[in-house]
């Protein structure tokens, strides 16, 4: 047995006889998981990040008080169906695998208010997603998604939301919907106008767009700048193949929000 196994079963060992309901298996160079995991039922956060999993073991669906799974930097090719029983998760990291889609069961994670998709290879949003209607936090950053679905609009406790490093060239309409947005990154996507009807999020405080080709700004974004109170920062610096000063199309009073 080798060292780093010694340790996962000591770490195990441990977790069954104190009943600590955390158990960190991070960076252990796993291959593969113990079938003794199943053991441990009253496990709530079970963090694997940073391991070479293949294929996490069906015992981890056994692990019913799951509230936070991480399976970030493995090499999982797609996401276990198994564990779409896993009925209180809240929390789930998947970035940095190359899942490059969810199965349909992952709309059965219907507790998940944080889900993490950043770099899996996705080439469009997952309508899957779009189900979790608990969702808090969501990223899908540094993937090849240029369209954005309707459905968005049922992500309504949607508070922060990262879409950067995409290929997205228009948001729908269905986006002003998401009532509850406070931070939304869209940097590094082919945005070529400002989406006017993000105004229309109330409670809209942080905007990055910087890294777009948005070559000129409305007078309607200057005019919402200066009478609402809610959005404090927008990022619109670099952007691709623009060919005017976008200072001079907004009036400074409305200067002091923007990074341009």
């Known amino acids: 047995m080798s060292l780093q196994s010694e340790v996962v079963r000591v770490l195990m060992q441990e977790s069954e006889r104190t009943r600590f309901p955390t158990l960190v298996l991070s960076h252990r160079g796993l291959r593969v998981l113990p079938e003794e995991l199943v053991k441990l039922t009253h496990l709530e956060t079970l963090l694997l990040n940073d391991n070479g999993l293949l294929m996490p073991p069906s015992e981890v669906a056994q692990l019913t008080r799951l509230r ?84 968005l609009r049922n992500l309504s406790e949607l508070k922060w939301l990262s879409l950067s490093h995409n290929s997205i060239s228009q948001l729908p309409l269905a986006f002003s919907e998401l009532r509850s947005l406070t931070v939304c990154l869209l940097n590094r996507n082919k945005l070529e106008q400002f989406p006017l009807h993000l105004l229309k999020i109330k409670s809209l405080e942080n905007l990055n767009m910087s890294r777009n080709s948005i070559s000129s700004l409305p007078q309607m974004l200057a005019d919402h700048l200066n009478f609402n109170g809610s959005l404090s920062m927008v990022d619109l610096r670099d952007q691709l193949g623009e060919t005017n000063d976008m200072k001079g199309v907004l009036p400074w009073s409305a200067l002091d929000q923007l990074l341009l």
Request: net charge negative.
């Open 68 to 151: 936070a799974l991480s399976l970030e930097r493995n090499e999982l090719t797609l996401f276990p169906s198994h564990l779409s029983s896993l009925a209180y998760l809240q929390f789930l990291n998947l970035s940095y695998n190359k899942l490059g889609c969810l199965p349909p069961s992952f709309s059965l994670l219907l507790s998940l208010t944080e889900l993490w998709l950043t770099s899996v290879g996705l080439s469009s949003f997952p309508a899957e997603v779009c189900a979790l209607c608990k969702l808090k936090r969501l990223s899908l950053a540094k993937n090849s998604i240029s369209d954005l679905p309707d459905e």
